[in-house]
């Protein structure tokens, strides 16, 4: 992977525009809090077209992200086992004290807190649902990746800046 990539990240829209990513805080995010980026710009305005339905508008922005400490699960076979084996654990051990199935946000609380995880870590690549008809160049065929990117450390977004504005 290399070290540096720019990467999408999705608003719904405001003016005037943002200077920095808003952090997502929601207990239900897949990775836990973090800013949330696409690695494709096309799976940013979906997201846009879908996720953003409370504003008539919304941006995407571009950074320059430092990718040098990600836990990559998409492309780095050796970081995606060590995933599998972190969340695993953190279900059985979770399992064990509840005796009740955990909800993500358990999950992602239990890995940042006793996961074992260094510290330098300062995101995670992860391959979202492949759920976007709309670039698809063969229908029902889900041959390509949608990719995001959770950053738990903002110090590796390098620069932030408009790039689209595009409409619910």
Same mark, same amino acid.
């Given at each position: 992977?290399?070290?540096?990539?720019?990467?999408?990240?999705?608003?719904?829209?405001?003016?005037?525009?943002?200077?920095?990513?808003?952090?997502?805080?929601?207990?239900?995010?897949?990775?836990?809090?973090?800013?949330?980026?696409?690695?494709?710009?096309?799976?940013?305005?979906?997201?846009?077209?879908?996720?953003?339905?409370?504003?008539?508008?919304?941006?995407?922005?571009?950074?320059?992200?430092?990718?040098?400490? =990600?836990?990559?699960?998409? #492309? *780095?076979?050796?970081?995606? &086992?060590?995933? /599998?084996?972190?969340? $695993?654990?953190?279900?059985?051990?979770?399992?064990?004290?509840?005796?009740?199935?955990?909800?993500?946000?358990?999950?992602?609380?239990?890995?940042?807190?006793?996961?074992?995880?260094?510290?330098?870590?300062?995101?995670?690549?992860?391959?979202?649902?492949?759920?976007?008809?709309?670039?698809?160049?063969?229908?029902?065929?889900?041959?390509?990746?949608? =990719?995001?990117?959770?950053? #738990? *450390?903002?110090?590796?977004? &390098?620069?932030? /800046?408009?790039?689209? $504005?595009?409409?619910?």
């Amino acid at each position: 992977m290399p070290k540096r990539r720019f990467m999408f990240h999705t608003q719904g829209y405001d003016i005037p525009y943002l200077k920095k990513p808003i952090l997502c805080s929601k207990d239900n995010a897949w990775l836990g809090h973090g800013f949330y980026y696409w690695l494709e710009e096309g799976d940013a305005i979906y997201w846009g077209q879908t996720a953003k339905r409370n504003y008539k508008k919304f941006g995407v922005y571009v950074s320059d992200i430092d990718c040098e400490n =990600i836990l990559d699960t998409v #492309f *780095n076979e050796e970081h995606y &086992i060590f995933w /599998i084996r972190s969340i $695993d654990k953190a279900v059985k051990n979770l399992y064990k004290t509840t005796n009740k199935k955990p909800t993500i946000e358990c999950v992602n609380a239990y890995l940042m807190q006793k996961g074992g995880w260094d510290k330098s870590i300062t995101g995670i690549m992860f391959q979202d649902l492949p759920v976007n008809d709309k670039i698809l160049k063969v229908a029902g065929f889900y041959y390509r990746k949608r =990719i995001q990117l959770a950053i #738990f *450390n903002n110090k590796i977004i &390098i620069n932030f /800046i408009h790039n689209f $504005d595009g409409e619910c």
